[in-house]
């Protein structure tokens, strides 16, 4: 299921971590996820479902334009 999270904090960290996994021909990249100020952990073997996770945390609120740094 998914959720979606808003923080609302002006703050969010992330720890990727990421491990080459042995299989059966060449070896493949997997990762965890975690978004430290929730404890949150989300596994991921690709950039799509990385980057899903992090968005949940990090959206803009509707009708709010991200500002640009």
Request: proline share 6%; aromatic share 10%; hydrophobic share 35%.
């Amino acid at each position: 299921m998914h959720t979606e999270h808003k923080s609302g904090l002006p703050l969010n960290t992330f720890i990727v971590r990421f491990w080459r996994a042995p299989g059966t021909g060449q070896a493949r990249w997997r990762g965890q996820v975690q978004h430290v100020q929730s404890g949150e952990r989300a596994a991921f073997a690709d950039e799509g479902t990385l980057m899903s996770f992090i968005r949940r945390w990090v959206q803009t609120p509707e009708g709010e334009v991200p500002q640009r740094e």
